[in-house]
Protein backbone atom coordinates (compact mmCIF):
# COMPACT_ATOMS: atom_id res chain seq x y z
CA UNK A 1 0.00 0.00 0.00
CA UNK A 2 2.68 2.24 0.48
CA UNK A 3 5.16 0.75 -1.11
CA UNK A 4 6.72 3.52 -3.70
CA UNK A 5 7.12 5.87 -0.75
CA UNK A 6 8.50 3.50 1.67
CA UNK A 7 11.18 2.64 -0.58
CA UNK A 8 11.87 6.13 -1.37
CA UNK A 9 12.28 7.12 2.36
CA UNK A 10 14.55 3.78 2.32
CA UNK A 11 16.48 5.74 -0.56
CA UNK A 12 17.01 9.00 1.25
CA UNK A 13 18.32 7.56 4.01
CA UNK A 14 20.98 5.31 2.79
CA UNK A 15 22.30 8.83 0.75
CA UNK A 16 23.42 9.53 4.75
CA UNK A 17 26.86 7.31 5.26
CA UNK A 18 28.27 9.57 7.61
CA UNK A 19 27.74 11.50 10.56
CA UNK A 20 27.91 15.37 10.36
CA UNK A 21 27.83 14.81 6.78
CA UNK A 22 26.02 18.22 5.40
CA UNK A 23 26.71 16.96 1.64
CA UNK A 24 25.09 13.85 1.75
CA UNK A 25 22.23 14.95 3.95
CA UNK A 26 21.83 17.68 0.67
CA UNK A 27 21.74 14.55 -0.79
CA UNK A 28 19.13 13.02 1.39
CA UNK A 29 16.54 15.91 1.02
CA UNK A 30 17.05 16.24 -2.93
CA UNK A 31 16.25 12.43 -3.29
CA UNK A 32 13.19 12.83 -0.40
CA UNK A 33 11.94 15.76 -2.36
CA UNK A 34 11.97 14.18 -5.94
CA UNK A 35 10.50 11.10 -4.83
CA UNK A 36 7.59 12.82 -2.82
CA UNK A 37 6.49 15.07 -5.70
CA UNK A 38 6.90 11.87 -8.39
CA UNK A 39 4.96 10.29 -5.81
CA UNK A 40 1.97 13.04 -6.13
CA UNK A 41 2.08 14.44 -2.61
CA UNK A 42 1.29 17.83 -3.09
CA UNK A 43 4.30 20.66 -3.50
CA UNK A 44 3.33 22.46 -0.69
CA UNK A 45 3.19 19.87 1.46
CA UNK A 46 6.55 18.36 0.22
CA UNK A 47 8.19 21.92 0.96
CA UNK A 48 7.38 21.91 4.28
CA UNK A 49 8.08 18.74 5.33
CA UNK A 50 11.77 18.59 3.91
CA UNK A 51 12.33 22.05 5.13
CA UNK A 52 11.36 20.80 8.58
CA UNK A 53 13.47 17.84 8.46
CA UNK A 54 16.62 19.54 7.42
CA UNK A 55 16.30 21.65 10.19
CA UNK A 56 15.82 19.42 12.80
CA UNK A 57 18.07 16.76 11.63
CA UNK A 58 20.89 19.60 11.55
CA UNK A 59 19.47 20.60 15.20
CA UNK A 60 20.29 17.05 16.02
CA UNK A 61 23.38 16.20 14.72
CA UNK A 62 23.52 14.89 10.93
CA UNK A 63 23.36 11.05 10.89
CA UNK A 64 20.78 8.39 9.77
CA UNK A 65 19.08 8.09 13.48
CA UNK A 66 18.42 11.57 13.84
CA UNK A 67 17.13 12.16 9.81
CA UNK A 68 14.72 8.70 10.73
CA UNK A 69 13.59 10.86 14.00
CA UNK A 70 13.08 14.21 11.80
CA UNK A 71 11.03 12.36 9.19
CA UNK A 72 8.95 10.39 11.52
CA UNK A 73 8.38 13.62 13.76
CA UNK A 74 7.19 15.69 10.58
CA UNK A 75 5.64 13.40 8.69
CA UNK A 76 3.52 12.29 12.20
CA UNK A 77 2.43 15.96 12.32
CA UNK A 78 1.50 16.18 8.78
CA UNK A 79 -0.91 13.57 8.80
CA UNK A 80 -2.47 14.78 11.80
CA UNK A 81 -4.99 17.68 12.17
CA UNK A 82 -7.71 18.99 14.44
CA UNK A 83 -10.63 16.14 14.64
CA UNK A 84 -11.53 12.78 15.04
CA UNK A 85 -9.77 9.51 14.49
CA UNK A 86 -11.31 6.54 12.94
CA UNK A 87 -15.19 6.10 13.75
CA UNK A 88 -16.73 7.86 16.60
CA UNK A 89 -19.88 6.65 18.25
CA UNK A 90 -22.53 9.24 19.07
CA UNK A 91 -23.29 8.84 23.38
CA UNK A 92 -26.62 9.00 21.99
CA UNK A 93 -27.79 6.04 19.15
CA UNK A 94 -27.29 6.11 16.24
CA UNK A 95 -24.49 7.30 15.66
CA UNK A 96 -25.62 8.80 12.21
CA UNK A 97 -23.23 9.39 9.19
CA UNK A 98 -23.88 10.97 5.80
CA UNK A 99 -21.42 9.71 3.07
CA UNK A 100 -20.87 11.87 0.82
CA UNK A 101 -18.77 12.16 -2.42
CA UNK A 102 -18.72 12.45 -6.20
CA UNK A 103 -20.10 9.67 -8.65
CA UNK A 104 -17.51 7.02 -9.22
CA UNK A 105 -15.09 8.07 -6.30
CA UNK A 106 -16.30 4.76 -4.05
CA UNK A 107 -18.97 6.22 -2.26
CA UNK A 108 -21.31 3.03 -2.40
CA UNK A 109 -19.14 0.79 -1.95
CA UNK A 110 -17.57 2.33 1.34
CA UNK A 111 -20.64 2.78 2.36
CA UNK A 112 -21.13 -1.33 2.56
CA UNK A 113 -16.99 -1.16 3.97
CA UNK A 114 -17.86 0.29 6.77
CA UNK A 115 -20.71 -0.92 7.82
CA UNK A 116 -19.22 -4.34 7.64
CA UNK A 117 -16.12 -2.77 9.60
CA UNK A 118 -18.71 -2.03 12.08
CA UNK A 119 -20.17 -5.62 11.92
CA UNK A 120 -17.60 -6.99 13.05
CA UNK A 121 -16.62 -4.65 16.16
CA UNK A 122 -20.87 -6.20 16.89
CA UNK A 123 -22.65 -2.84 16.00
CA UNK A 124 -25.94 -3.09 15.07
CA UNK A 125 -25.76 -0.80 11.86
CA UNK A 126 -28.48 0.20 9.15
CA UNK A 127 -27.45 1.90 5.79
CA UNK A 128 -30.01 4.16 3.72
CA UNK A 129 -29.78 3.92 0.11
CA UNK A 130 -30.49 7.25 -0.83
CA UNK A 131 -28.66 7.31 -4.11
CA UNK A 132 -31.73 8.00 -6.50
CA UNK A 133 -29.10 10.04 -8.74
CA UNK A 134 -27.26 7.01 -10.19
CA UNK A 135 -29.57 4.11 -11.46
CA UNK A 136 -27.99 1.37 -10.46
CA UNK A 137 -27.05 2.73 -6.60
CA UNK A 138 -29.97 1.17 -4.64
CA UNK A 139 -29.37 -1.86 -5.99
CA UNK A 140 -25.97 -1.58 -5.39
CA UNK A 141 -26.18 -1.08 -1.69
CA UNK A 142 -28.64 -3.92 -1.59
CA UNK A 143 -26.41 -6.73 -2.93
CA UNK A 144 -23.97 -5.32 -0.74
CA UNK A 145 -26.01 -4.80 2.48
CA UNK A 146 -27.28 -8.90 2.09
CA UNK A 147 -23.54 -9.95 1.08
CA UNK A 148 -21.80 -8.67 4.30
CA UNK A 149 -25.59 -9.18 6.01
CA UNK A 150 -26.68 -5.75 7.50
CA UNK A 151 -29.93 -4.12 7.02
CA UNK A 152 -30.76 -1.91 5.02
CA UNK A 153 -33.26 0.61 4.45
CA UNK A 154 -35.07 1.46 0.82
CA UNK A 155 -38.04 2.85 -0.63
CA UNK A 156 -38.64 1.96 -4.46
CA UNK A 157 -41.50 4.20 -4.62
CA UNK A 158 -40.19 7.26 -3.13
CA UNK A 159 -38.39 9.72 -4.97
CA UNK A 160 -36.87 12.11 -2.68
CA UNK A 161 -34.28 11.59 -0.77
CA UNK A 162 -34.51 13.51 2.57
CA UNK A 163 -37.90 11.49 2.86
CA UNK A 164 -36.25 8.56 2.98
CA UNK A 165 -33.46 9.36 5.15
CA UNK A 166 -35.68 10.62 7.51
CA UNK A 167 -38.15 7.39 7.79
CA UNK A 168 -34.20 5.60 7.80
CA UNK A 169 -33.18 7.13 10.79
CA UNK A 170 -36.78 6.93 12.65
CA UNK A 171 -36.39 3.11 11.95
CA UNK A 172 -32.95 3.31 13.59
CA UNK A 173 -34.04 5.16 16.26
CA UNK A 174 -37.06 3.16 17.06
CA UNK A 175 -35.33 -0.09 16.51
CA UNK A 176 -32.11 0.93 18.66
CA UNK A 177 -29.48 0.72 15.88
CA UNK A 178 -25.81 1.36 16.82
CA UNK A 179 -25.45 3.51 13.24
CA UNK A 180 -26.99 4.81 10.47
CA UNK A 181 -24.90 5.08 7.17
CA UNK A 182 -26.57 7.28 4.83
CA UNK A 183 -25.64 6.68 1.22
CA UNK A 184 -26.25 10.15 -1.08
CA UNK A 185 -26.02 11.46 -4.24
CA UNK A 186 -22.60 11.93 -6.15
CA UNK A 187 -22.13 13.80 -9.46
CA UNK A 188 -19.75 13.51 -12.21
CA UNK A 189 -18.23 17.11 -11.04
CA UNK A 190 -20.06 19.55 -8.15
CA UNK A 191 -22.73 21.66 -9.08
CA UNK A 192 -25.34 23.69 -7.27
CA UNK A 193 -28.33 20.68 -7.62
CA UNK A 194 -26.02 17.98 -6.08
CA UNK A 195 -25.11 20.37 -2.97
CA UNK A 196 -28.86 21.79 -2.50
CA UNK A 197 -29.81 18.38 -2.46
CA UNK A 198 -26.97 17.44 0.36
CA UNK A 199 -27.79 20.37 2.30
CA UNK A 200 -31.00 19.34 2.51
CA UNK A 201 -31.12 15.64 3.72
CA UNK A 202 -28.25 17.18 6.20
CA UNK A 203 -30.98 19.46 7.77
CA UNK A 204 -33.56 16.77 8.29
CA UNK A 205 -31.61 14.20 10.03
CA UNK A 206 -29.36 16.68 11.45
CA UNK A 207 -25.79 13.77 11.37
CA UNK A 208 -23.29 13.19 13.92
CA UNK A 209 -20.63 13.84 11.28
CA UNK A 210 -20.09 14.05 7.29
CA UNK A 211 -17.74 12.03 5.71
CA UNK A 212 -16.51 12.68 2.28
CA UNK A 213 -15.07 9.64 0.07
CA UNK A 214 -12.55 10.64 -2.04
CA UNK A 215 -10.61 8.87 -4.99
CA UNK A 216 -7.42 8.37 -4.98
CA UNK A 217 -6.79 7.77 -8.34
CA UNK A 218 -7.38 11.10 -8.95
CA UNK A 219 -4.30 12.93 -6.96
CA UNK A 220 -4.28 16.11 -6.61
CA UNK A 221 -7.86 16.46 -7.69
CA UNK A 222 -8.89 14.32 -4.52
CA UNK A 223 -7.82 17.18 -2.55
CA UNK A 224 -9.44 19.94 -4.44
CA UNK A 225 -12.85 18.39 -4.55
CA UNK A 226 -12.50 17.27 -0.72
CA UNK A 227 -11.79 21.01 -0.02
CA UNK A 228 -14.51 22.13 -2.22
CA UNK A 229 -17.13 19.95 -0.19
CA UNK A 230 -15.65 21.15 2.93
CA UNK A 231 -16.40 24.61 1.87
CA UNK A 232 -20.01 23.99 0.73
CA UNK A 233 -21.58 21.34 3.02
CA UNK A 234 -18.69 21.28 6.02
CA UNK A 235 -17.21 17.81 6.21
CA UNK A 236 -15.78 16.13 9.26
CA UNK A 237 -13.24 13.61 7.90
CA UNK A 238 -12.51 12.22 4.43
CA UNK A 239 -11.96 8.43 3.44
CA UNK A 240 -9.57 7.09 0.69
CA UNK A 241 -10.81 4.88 -1.94
CA UNK A 242 -8.95 2.95 -4.09
CA UNK A 243 -5.85 3.30 -2.16
CA UNK A 244 -4.31 -0.17 -3.01
CA UNK A 245 -4.31 0.96 -6.81
CA UNK A 246 -2.68 4.19 -6.69
CA UNK A 247 1.17 3.21 -7.04
CA UNK A 248 2.12 6.74 -6.30
CA UNK A 249 0.32 7.03 -3.15
CA UNK A 250 1.37 10.55 -2.13
CA UNK A 251 -2.21 12.14 -1.63
CA UNK A 252 -2.60 10.41 1.40
CA UNK A 253 0.51 12.67 2.66
CA UNK A 254 -1.60 15.43 1.38
CA UNK A 255 -5.05 15.58 1.98
CA UNK A 256 -5.55 15.99 5.70
CA UNK A 257 -2.62 18.71 5.41
CA UNK A 258 -4.28 20.81 2.63
CA UNK A 259 -7.29 19.88 3.11
CA UNK A 260 -7.59 20.22 7.34
CA UNK A 261 -10.12 17.63 7.67
CA UNK A 262 -8.42 14.53 9.50
CA UNK A 263 -8.45 11.27 7.14
CA UNK A 264 -10.34 8.46 9.51
CA UNK A 265 -10.33 5.71 6.94
CA UNK A 266 -8.73 4.25 3.55
CA UNK A 267 -9.69 1.52 1.25
CA UNK A 268 -7.55 -0.93 0.59
CA UNK A 269 -8.93 -3.10 -1.59
CA UNK A 270 -11.79 -4.49 -3.39
CA UNK A 271 -13.60 -6.85 -1.01
CA UNK A 272 -15.35 -5.71 2.34
CA UNK A 273 -13.38 -6.09 5.26
CA UNK A 274 -10.29 -3.92 2.85
CA UNK A 275 -10.88 -1.11 4.86
CA UNK A 276 -8.71 0.39 7.26
CA UNK A 277 -8.64 3.16 10.05
CA UNK A 278 -6.35 6.15 9.39
CA UNK A 279 -4.27 7.02 12.55
CA UNK A 280 -1.59 9.15 11.77
CA UNK A 281 1.66 7.33 13.86
CA UNK A 282 0.47 4.07 12.92
CA UNK A 283 0.73 4.95 9.32
CA UNK A 284 3.89 6.77 9.46
CA UNK A 285 5.19 3.30 11.18
CA UNK A 286 4.55 1.61 8.12
CA UNK A 287 5.58 4.47 5.95
CA UNK A 288 9.12 3.93 7.69
CA UNK A 289 8.59 0.40 6.97
CA UNK A 290 8.09 -0.61 10.65
CA UNK A 291 5.09 -2.33 10.58
CA UNK A 292 1.57 -1.14 12.79
CA UNK A 293 1.48 -4.42 14.77
CA UNK A 294 -1.22 -2.45 17.30
CA UNK A 295 -3.22 -2.12 14.06
CA UNK A 296 -2.95 -5.79 13.31
CA UNK A 297 -3.84 -6.99 16.62
CA UNK A 298 -6.90 -5.10 16.50
CA UNK A 299 -8.31 -6.02 13.36
CA UNK A 300 -7.22 -9.96 14.03
CA UNK A 301 -9.14 -9.52 17.63
CA UNK A 302 -12.41 -8.15 15.48
CA UNK A 303 -12.56 -11.23 13.79
CA UNK A 304 -11.14 -13.91 15.30
CA UNK A 305 -12.95 -16.20 17.80
CA UNK A 306 -10.44 -16.02 20.84
CA UNK A 307 -12.45 -19.70 22.27
CA UNK A 308 -12.26 -21.22 18.22
CA UNK A 309 -8.38 -20.28 18.40
CA UNK A 310 -7.43 -21.59 21.51
CA UNK A 311 -9.33 -25.03 20.51
CA UNK A 312 -7.14 -25.24 17.26
CA UNK A 313 -3.53 -24.14 19.20
CA UNK A 314 -4.24 -27.21 21.56
CA UNK A 315 -5.51 -29.44 18.68
CA UNK A 316 -1.54 -28.18 16.58
CA UNK A 317 0.05 -28.94 19.35
CA UNK A 318 -1.05 -32.48 19.41
CA UNK A 319 -0.93 -32.93 16.02
CA UNK A 320 -4.68 -33.25 15.50
CA UNK A 321 -5.50 -29.86 13.13
CA UNK A 322 -7.52 -31.42 10.58
CA UNK A 323 -9.77 -30.06 7.05
CA UNK A 324 -12.48 -28.84 9.08
CA UNK A 325 -10.33 -26.93 11.16
CA UNK A 326 -8.39 -25.46 7.90
CA UNK A 327 -11.84 -24.15 6.51
CA UNK A 328 -12.64 -22.94 9.76
CA UNK A 329 -8.96 -20.95 9.83
CA UNK A 330 -9.67 -19.69 6.29
CA UNK A 331 -12.76 -18.17 6.76
CA UNK A 332 -11.56 -16.33 9.14
CA UNK A 333 -8.90 -15.35 7.41
CA UNK A 334 -11.00 -14.33 4.32
CA UNK A 335 -12.28 -11.27 6.88
CA UNK A 336 -9.14 -9.89 7.32
CA UNK A 337 -8.83 -8.58 4.01
CA UNK A 338 -6.06 -8.80 1.42
CA UNK A 339 -2.74 -10.60 2.29
CA UNK A 340 -0.69 -7.35 1.25
CA UNK A 341 -2.67 -5.31 3.59
CA UNK A 342 -1.99 -7.86 6.69
CA UNK A 343 1.91 -8.46 5.44
CA UNK A 344 2.27 -4.58 5.53
CA UNK A 345 1.51 -4.33 9.12
CA UNK A 346 4.47 -6.82 10.24
CA UNK A 347 7.78 -5.43 10.90
CA UNK A 348 10.13 -7.07 8.15
CA UNK A 349 7.47 -7.94 5.84
CA UNK A 350 6.33 -5.19 4.02
CA UNK A 351 8.66 -5.62 0.59
CA UNK A 352 6.74 -9.04 0.38
CA UNK A 353 3.86 -7.58 -0.45
CA UNK A 354 4.82 -6.92 -3.86
CA UNK A 355 5.06 -10.62 -4.83
CA UNK A 356 1.97 -11.51 -2.97
CA UNK A 357 -0.53 -8.77 -3.39
CA UNK A 358 -2.74 -10.73 -5.69
CA UNK A 359 -2.57 -13.85 -3.15
CA UNK A 360 -6.59 -14.30 -2.29
CA UNK A 361 -7.91 -16.33 0.47
CA UNK A 362 -10.97 -16.96 -0.80
CA UNK A 363 -10.86 -16.96 -4.85
CA UNK A 364 -7.17 -18.23 -5.69
CA UNK A 365 -6.86 -21.30 -7.76
CA UNK A 366 -5.24 -23.29 -4.97
CA UNK A 367 -7.44 -22.45 -2.51
CA UNK A 368 -10.13 -23.05 -4.68
CA UNK A 369 -8.96 -26.76 -5.31
CA UNK A 370 -8.68 -27.43 -1.96
CA UNK A 371 -11.73 -26.72 -1.20
CA UNK A 372 -13.25 -28.69 -4.14
CA UNK A 373 -10.72 -31.75 -2.72
CA UNK A 374 -12.54 -31.48 0.88
CA UNK A 375 -15.94 -31.12 -0.55
CA UNK A 376 -15.57 -34.47 -2.26
CA UNK A 377 -14.23 -35.59 1.30
CA UNK A 378 -17.05 -37.67 3.85
CA UNK A 379 -17.53 -36.07 7.28
CA UNK A 380 -14.92 -38.78 8.97
CA UNK A 381 -12.10 -38.01 5.99
CA UNK A 382 -12.17 -34.31 7.05
CA UNK A 383 -11.74 -35.28 10.71
CA UNK A 384 -9.11 -37.59 10.21
CA UNK A 385 -6.79 -37.05 7.61
CA UNK A 386 -4.83 -40.13 8.41
CA UNK A 387 -7.66 -42.53 6.76
CA UNK A 388 -6.83 -41.68 3.27
CA UNK A 389 -5.70 -44.87 1.36
CA UNK A 390 -5.46 -45.30 -2.65
CA UNK A 391 -9.25 -46.43 -2.55
CA UNK A 392 -10.27 -43.01 -0.87
CA UNK A 393 -7.77 -40.85 -2.75
CA UNK A 394 -9.37 -42.05 -6.08
CA UNK A 395 -13.13 -40.96 -5.38
CA UNK A 396 -11.77 -37.69 -3.61
CA UNK A 397 -9.74 -36.91 -6.91
CA UNK A 398 -13.15 -37.61 -9.48
CA UNK A 399 -15.58 -36.22 -7.19
CA UNK A 400 -13.70 -32.45 -6.84
CA UNK A 401 -12.16 -33.14 -10.72
CA UNK A 402 -8.82 -32.94 -9.90
CA UNK A 403 -5.92 -35.45 -10.95
CA UNK A 404 -4.75 -38.09 -8.33
CA UNK A 405 -1.77 -36.58 -8.43
CA UNK A 406 -2.78 -32.93 -7.14
CA UNK A 407 -4.87 -34.58 -4.78
CA UNK A 408 -1.73 -36.15 -3.30
CA UNK A 409 0.43 -33.06 -3.90
CA UNK A 410 -1.91 -31.24 -2.01
CA UNK A 411 -2.56 -34.26 0.90
CA UNK A 412 1.56 -34.13 1.28
CA UNK A 413 1.21 -30.28 1.80
CA UNK A 414 -0.88 -30.19 4.39
CA UNK A 415 0.67 -32.81 6.19
CA UNK A 416 3.94 -31.15 6.09
CA UNK A 417 2.41 -27.50 7.41
CA UNK A 418 0.70 -29.41 9.98
CA UNK A 419 4.10 -30.57 11.00
CA UNK A 420 5.71 -27.06 10.93
CA UNK A 421 3.06 -25.83 12.97
CA UNK A 422 3.35 -28.82 15.87
CA UNK A 423 6.94 -28.14 15.54
CA UNK A 424 6.98 -24.20 15.98
CA UNK A 425 4.24 -24.37 18.93
CA UNK A 426 6.22 -26.55 20.91
CA UNK A 427 8.77 -25.39 23.01
CA UNK A 428 11.61 -23.44 21.77
CA UNK A 429 9.46 -23.55 18.46
CA UNK A 430 9.47 -19.90 18.20
CA UNK A 431 13.23 -19.77 18.60
CA UNK A 432 13.64 -21.46 15.34
CA UNK A 433 11.31 -19.65 13.45
CA UNK A 434 13.51 -16.56 14.90
CA UNK A 435 16.53 -18.12 13.23
CA UNK A 436 15.10 -18.09 10.14
CA UNK A 437 13.73 -14.61 10.20
CA UNK A 438 17.52 -13.37 11.15
CA UNK A 439 18.58 -14.92 7.83
CA UNK A 440 16.64 -12.72 6.14
CA UNK A 441 17.49 -9.63 4.46
CA UNK A 442 15.80 -6.01 3.88
CA UNK A 443 12.24 -6.50 2.86
CA UNK A 444 11.92 -10.13 4.02
CA UNK A 445 14.06 -11.35 0.92
CA UNK A 446 17.18 -14.48 2.33
CA UNK A 447 20.57 -12.29 2.11
CA UNK A 448 22.86 -13.47 -0.65
CA UNK A 449 26.16 -14.68 0.55
CA UNK A 450 28.93 -12.57 -0.47
Known sequence: MFDSITGSIKNAVNKIRHKDDVASLKKAITELKKSLLKADVHHKTTKELVTNVELETKAAGIGQDSFLNALKSELTKLLTTEGNQGFVFSSTPPTTILMTGLQGSGKTTTTGKLANYLKTRKKKVLVAACDLQRLA???????????????IYFDDNEKDPVKIAKA?????????YDVLLIDTAGRLAIDEELMAQLKNVKDAVNPDEIFYVADSLTGHDATKTATSF???IGIDGVVLSKYDGDTKGGVALSIAHQVGVPLRFIGIGEKMPDIEVFIPDRIVSRLLGLGDIEGLAEKTSAVIDEKKAKEVTKKIKKGQFNFNDFLDQLAMMSKLGSMKSILGMIPGLSGMTGALKDMDFENSSEIRSIKAMIGSMTPKERENPDLMNPSRKKRIAKGSGLSEVQVNKILKQFKNASKMAKKLSSKGGMKGLQNMMSQMGPGGMPKIPR
Not at 168 to 176: D, G, R
Open 230 to 232: KEQ
Open 137 to 151: AVEQLKQIAAQIEVD
Open 168 to 176: AQEKATKEL
